[in-house]
């Protein structure tokens, strides 16, 4: 079982910078890959981004793209999304989410995470 905290969310102005991270717990955290997800309430939740157990793959949402990076730390069981120039769409509550299969490519369809965390809060205002 893992289990997955996020952290870093909060409410930011247009244009300002956020850090999430993602604290995993397991022994074989370096092993999953990791991915963001985000949703609004009365819609279904969107992928983000998504990093392979390497660091070496990642993908990204069109909206994300040259926004945000994933990261990941193995040693400290934690990955991260880095998100600048925020939008006031881009309020959402953010979702960690754990894959335990060992594959090499970051992981974007929803249904392929095994674990999720409790999400985090992210509110932009204009």
């Known amino acids: 079982q893992v289990q997955l905290v996020e952290s870093g969310g909060g409410l930011v102005q247009a244009g300002d910078s956020l850090r999430l991270s993602c604290a995993a717990s397991?022994?074989?955290?370096?092993?999953?890959?990791m991915g963001w997800f985000r949703q609004v309430p009365g819609k279904e939740r969107e992928f983000v981004a998504a990093?392979?157990?390497?660091?070496?793959?990642?993908a990204y949402a069109d909206s994300a793209k040259g926004r945000f990076t994933i990261s990941r730390d193995n040693a400290k069981n934690t990955v991260y999304l880095e998100m600048n120039s925020l939008k006031p769409e881009d309020t959402a509550v953010y979702y960690c989410?754990?894959?335990?299969?060992?594959?090499?490519?970051?992981?974007?369809?929803?249904?392929?995470?095994?674990?999720w965390g409790q999400g985090t809060r992210v509110t932009v205002s204009s």
């Open positions: 397991g022994r074989t955290f370096s092993y999953y890959a």
């Open positions: 989410a754990a894959d335990r299969r060992v594959v090499p490519v970051a992981v974007i369809t929803e249904t392929g995470y095994n674990y």
């Open positions: 990093i392979n157990w390497s660091g070496g793959s990642t």
